[in-house]
């Protein structure tokens, strides 16, 4: 669980030390690596599409401006509705008067991570509203009360018992470890909450702006019934999620499906323009686009403008090695991962410790490499560090530490001195070439690992020695 | 008000930060290839094979009276008084309303527009069969397009657990970028103008969400049957 106020070194160490959630993380994030390899292989040329990918999200952020408006109207044209919320207040504020001005009892809705970002559950639940998530991983972490721990796989971290026993407890079935039967049980659950809803609540994929249509991926068929079914349809946008045309989702669909799960293409993509036409058997008759800005309109100008150019994918989760050990509800916001430790500081900045996540990174850039439209994560990341310091954020010892470095690192004096220091001193505290624990402060490094103890000499004394 | 509050905001920041999107922008290309993957030499072939990959079934039959036949198969091991379906000439295989009324199968009243609502997702619900056409079929992931609208609801492809689509051979093009063409080139601008949805389907429903298990129908279609005409 992400239950505040407990510390980031208090969540990472309670993951750490979860030998269940171990095993989830790597049987997930080895399955999608491996799935999304697979996949960019298959492809007549993978880095083209990728550099295409990057050029076309990037154009569309150039001219956001405009194409947003044109998003607006054209989907007003339609006889849609256009809600501008600039943060989630605003935003959930719609939403909650909406549900009420048309009595709405009961809403289904499909996985958004921004419904997630304005925690909009808690908002309708209060106002009287009941909620149900349909996404079968988050339906088992809402039966659960947690958060999703994965952009695009919410329950990874649930064991099937886990989830049996949920099951059991809520729907009253009996246990059972045959997964395509919980599967069951969970189709079953849900499609009567469908056929009652009256208002469907879905995320967006992409915006499209010269058609005024949005665009909804996914496997299960939820956002489908979501979207479809109740008399109201209300799609939640983060403001940079569009692309300027409809071709263009003959680039972006390719690679966000075989990034996220290596598919050539999701099971289903929905391109969703407005409410019902006359005549239409079936969809909404009123069709509300909520476009969320959060932040976003801010860090478009920022030095982390790039990270807007993301869609969602969660390969950079899958191909980081903390993501791996950790899972997503140590990161503690919305977001997990790389690229969560670079939105979240931005997009939810009074989180505590939220200064922290940055650091959480070997800067390995991993993620960088599979990034379908090559996000400079690393860089973002040292640029949060810098920015952590400026802000008198950094640890008064580390500061103290860093300062002494760079001293000694610029005087061969003392570079020369401090390493006979440290190889007389690591002698004395190891035992047959190791230390167990190193002398505070630095003994948290030593903590799961032995360093080794320095030799006897320098390279440059053996150097002289030589020559 | 927000939105001019949001827009001024877009301004400011791209007055800093436009040059270097639209530097990026112009790094690669933005043309829209027709395809992706190696070209196959048979695209009937490489549907159906994308197609089963994803443990959905095509059935490639010579003409319109074998495709009758298939649909009556498929019909006879789910016996369903009503189903949920394209009106018959949305769907546009001759023969196939003669074929249900020979059968005794009606089609399920699925407006929800009207004042039963809730009475027809009741009857709809217990039913096993949808039945719809396509717009276009893509052979290098298995897709179906569907362009909805009157006498094609969406819910033909959706509620009950078989999925029957009827795709000519005529419909399959290589790539998702050759079907947004083939879209374009078709309806211009009024892709949109009588319909609310389009909507690409790839396979059955499935969800990995337990243990990364696959499971098949967890909230659409798990069997999705395609007749392949031609």
């Known amino acids: 669980m992400s239950s505040q106020p407990i510390s980031f070194y208090e969540r990472v160490n309670t993951a750490l030390d979860d030998t269940s959630l171990k095993t989830a993380l790597n049987r997930a994030t080895e399955r999608f690596v491996g799935n999304r390899a697979g996949a960019l292989r298959a492809l007549s040329d993978a880095n083209g599409l990728r550099d295409a990918a990057r050029a076309i999200r990037a154009g569309a952020l150039a001219q956001l401006d405009t194409l947003l408006v044109q998003l607006a109207e054209r989907v007003e044209a339609r006889g849609g509705h256009v809600c501008w919320a600039s943060d989630a207040a605003e935003a959930q504020r719609y939403i909650v008067n909406l549900a009420q001005a048309r009595q709405v009892r009961s809403i289904v809705k499909s996985k958004s991570m921004a419904s997630e970002e304005i925690h909009l559950n808690q908002a309708l639940e209060a106002a009287g509203v009941q909620v149900v998530e349909t996404d079968l991983g988050e339906y088992i972490i809402q039966l659960a009360g947690e958060t999703p721990s994965h952009i695009i796989a919410p329950s990874i971290h649930k064991t099937r018992e886990q989830v049996s026993e949920l099951f059991h407890q809520h729907l009253g079935v009996p246990p059972t470890d045959d997964i395509p039967t919980m599967t069951q049980t969970a189709r079953r659950a849900l499609r009567q909450r469908f056929l009652q809803a009256d208002m469907g609540i879905s995320g967006v994929n992409f915006g499209v702006a010269d058609e005024g249509a949005v665009v909804i991926v996914e496997n299960e068929g939820n956002a489908r019934l979501s979207t479809s079914v109740p008399r109201i349809h209300v799609a939640i946008m983060g403001i940079e999620r569009i692309v300027a045309h409809m071709e263009d989702l003959g680039v972006m669909l390719q690679v966000l499906a075989r990034s996220a799960t290596g598919q050539k293409l999701s099971v289903y993509t929905s391109i969703i323009n407005g409410p019902a036409r006359p005549g239409e058997a079936d969809g909404p008759e009123e069709f509300h686009l909520v476009l969320l800005d959060n932040g976003r309109s801010k860090m478009l100008g920022s030095q982390y403008a790039e990270a807007l150019l993301c869609i969602r994918c969660g390969a950079c989760l899958n191909a980081c090695p903390v993501y791996q050990a950790i899972g997503g509800h140590a990161y503690g916001g919305v977001y997990s991962g790389p690229i969560g430790a670079v939105l979240t500081p931005i997009l939810q900045p009074d989180l505590p410790d939220v200064y922290l996540l940055p650091q959480a990174s070997s800067l390995c850039g991993a993620c960088q490499e599979v990034c379908p439209v090559r996000i400079a994560i690393p860089d973002l990341l040292l640029r949060h560090r810098a920015d952590a310091v400026k802000a008198g954020k950094a640890h008064p010892i580390e500061q103290a530490a860093m300062s002494s470095y760079k001293r000694m690192m610029t005087n061969p004096f003392l570079y020369r001195a401090a390493g006979r220091a440290a190889r007389n001193g690591s002698r004395l505290i190891g035992r047959k070439g190791r230390i167990r624990r190193l002398p505070p402060p630095l003994h948290t490094w030593s903590r799961g690992r032995d360093f080794p103890t320095l030799p006897a000499k320098s390279f440059s004394e053996m150097w002289e020695e030589e020559n | ?230």
């Open chain 2, 1 to 230: 008000m927000t939105r001019s509050q949001i827009l001024a905001n877009l301004h400011t920041s791209l007055a800093s930060n436009r040059p270097w999107l639209e530097a990026v922008a112009r790094s690669a290309p933005h043309s829209i290839p027709p395809y992706v993957m190696p070209a196959a030499d048979d695209l009937d072939a490489q549907f159906m094979a994308e197609l089963h990959a994803i443990a959905g079934m095509a059935y490639p039959v010579a003409d319109e009276r074998a495709a009758l036949t298939q649909i009556a198969a498929l019909l006879a091991d789910r016996p369903s008084p009503q189903i949920i379906a394209w009106e018959v000439e949305q769907i546009g295989l001759a023969g196939l309303a003669a074929l249900l009324d020979q059968q005794g199968v009606t089609l399920a009243t699925s407006d929800l527009h009207g004042t039963s609502r809730s009475a027809h997702l009741q009857n709809m619900e217990p039913l096993a069969i949808c039945i719809s056409g396509v717009e276009a079929g893509i052979a290098e992931s298995g897709s179906l397009v569907l362009r909805h609208g009157p006498g094609r609801p969406r819910l033909a492809s959706l509620l009950a657990p078989c999925h029957i689509a009827i795709l000519r051979r005529s419909q399959l093009v290589r790539g998702l970028g050759e079907a947004l063409a083939l879209l374009r080139n078709r309806y211009g601008e009024e892709i949109f103008t009588s319909t609310s949805n389009l909507t690409l389907i790839t396979g059955p429903s499935r969800t990995a969400d337990i243990e990364m298990t696959l499971s098949l129908g967890i909230h659409g279609p798990p069997e999705v049957h395609v007749v392949l005409v031609g």
